[in-house]
C-alpha cells in the first residue's frame, strides 16, 4: 500500500508558476514509476506527466511540454510538478498517482495503482 498525499495548488494568474509536491508513504517508493493526472470540470481525467522510478526518464503530454517540469526526490518519497507559464486551461484538479516500474511512462490511468487525494489548481486570465 502506498499513500500519496499531494499539495502546493492554489490560485494564480496567467503566466505565473505553481510548484505541486507529492509525498508517498512506502519506503521503496523508488520502484515505483510516479504521475500526475489532472480533471477540470465536466471533462475526463487526463495524463500531464510521468517520471520513471530512479528520475532518469520523464514523459509529458504535448500541451505541457516546455512548460511543466516532472522530478523526484527518493530520499525523501517525494515527486514534484513544476508548473511555468500557466494558462486558464491549466485549471484542474491535480492528482499524483504511482504505478508499477513496468509502466513507466504509461499515459493511462489504469496502470496506477495508488492515488493522492487531488490538489486544486485555478488560472486565472
Known amino acids: 500500500q502506498v499513500l500519496l498525499v499531494e499539495s502546493g495548488g492554489g490560485l494564480v494568474q496567467a503566466g505565473g508558476s505553481l510548484r505541486l509536491s507529492c509525498v508517498a508513504s512506502?519506503?521503496?517508493?523508488?520502484?515505483?514509476?510516479a504521475g500526475w493526472f489532472r480533471q477540470a470540470p465536466g471533462k475526463e481525467r487526463e495524463f500531464v506527466a510521468s517520471?520513471?522510478?530512479?528520475?532518469?526518464?520523464?514523459y509529458y503530454t504535448d500541451s505541457v511540454k516546455g512548460r511543466f517540469t516532472i522530478s523526484r526526490d527518493n530520499a525523501k518519497n517525494t515527486v514534484y510538478l513544476q508548473m511555468n507559464s500557466l494558462k486558464p486551461e491549466d485549471t484542474a484538479v491535480y492528482y499524483c498517482?504511482?504505478?508499477?516500474?513496468?509502466?513507466?511512462?504509461?499515459?493511462?490511468?489504469?496502470?496506477?495503482?495508488?492515488w493522492g487525494q487531488g490538489t486544486q489548481v485555478t488560472v486565472s486570465s
Open positions: 517520471i520513471s522510478g530512479g528520475g532518469a526518464n520523464t
Open positions: 498517482a504511482a504505478a508499477p516500474a513496468s509502466y513507466s511512462g504509461s499515459d493511462s490511468a489504469r496502470h496506477y495503482d495508488y
Open positions: 512506502a519506503r521503496t517508493f523508488m520502484r515505483y514509476a
